[in-house]
Nanobody, 123 residues
Framework: VQVVESGGGLVQPGGSLRLSCVVS????????MSWVRQAPGKGLEWVSS????????YYADSVKGRFTISRDNAKNTLYLQMNSLKSEDTAVYYC?????????????????WGQGTQVTVSS
């Protein structure tokens, strides 16, 4: 399984960014894909997950209403649209999955990770 993120960068508070993640090399039809972040000096924080059919999405309280997770199965691509960004959103963002278990909000259970992309929110 290969997981490759892109789309990070520097943005001012209140701005927007869209992260992308291309996943390849697996055949499962029922699984979660997730975004996880790690702020400087802190541990992994689960951000959002989406089920393979795209119908069920889940968000951490810290990003609910500001971030939107989506997927394009035809392109094997996962997205994270981030709006109204705050300084506390500054972190390395990782795409993780596929994960077929129940505890999609537990980062340490994921076996496959991208290399991470830096998001910096600063004026």
């Amino acid at each position: 399984v290969q997981v490759v993120e892109s789309g990070g960068g520097l943005v001012q508070p209140g701005g927007s960014l869209r992260l992308s993640c291309v996943v390849s090399g697996f055949t499962s039809s029922s699984y979660y894909m997730s975004w996880v972040r790690q702020a400087p000096g802190k541990g992994l924080e689960w951000v959002s997950s989406i089920y393979s059919d795209g119908g069920n999405t889940y968000y951490a309280d810290s990003v609910k209403g500001r971030f939107t997770i989506s997927r394009d199965n035809a392109k094997n691509t996962l997205y994270l649209q981030m709006n109204s960004l705050k300084s506390e959103d500054t972190a390395v963002y990782y795409c993780a999955g596929p994960y077929s278990g129940t505890y999609y909000y537990t980062p340490v259970l994921y076996d496959y990770w991208g290399q991470g992309t830096q998001v910096t929110v600063s004026s």
